[in-house]
C-alpha cells in the first residue's frame, strides 16, 4: 500500500551497528572473532543488560561495560564508526562513562 512506512525505514529509527564490530572497530578488541567471542561469552553489558550475542545492536548514547585487563571499562557510544581507522580515529567514537565530563 502506498504511504505505508516499512520496519526498516521507520523515520524514528536511528543507525545500528552490531557490538562485535564495533569492539573492533574502536580497536576495543584486536580482532573481530575476539569481540564475538566476548559478546557470546556474556561477559558485556549493554545499556546495563547482558549481552550474550554478537549481533546485538549498538546505538549512539549506548552504555557498554565489560573487564578488559585488570578494569572495567564503561563507555558511552559518541559515534558508530563506517570502517576500521587509526587509533586517534577510533578514540573519538566513545567516551569513558566512569569519568565526569
Do not use: N, Y
Request: proline residues 6%.
Amino acid at each position: 500500500m502506498p504511504g505505508l512506512v516499512g520496519r526498516s525505514q521507520a523515520p524514528d529509527s536511528a543507525p545500528t551497528l552490531r557490538i562485535d564490530k564495533f569492539l573492533w572497530f574502536a580497536r576495543l578488541a584486536r580482532s573481530r572473532s575476539a569481540a564475538q567471542a566476548l559478546a557470546e561469552a556474556g561477559a558485556i553489558r549493554l545499556d546495563g543488560r547482558r549481552v550474550d550475542r554478537a549481533h546485538t545492536s549498538v546505538r549512539v548514547g549506548s552504555v557498554i561495560a565489560f573487564v578488559q585487563g585488570d578494569a572495567v571499562r564503561v563507555l558511552r557510544v559518541l559515534a558508530l564508526p563506517s570502517r576500521r581507522g587509526p587509533a586517534s580515529e577510533a578514540a573519538t567514537l566513545f567516551a569513558d562513562a566512569a569519568k565526569p565530563c
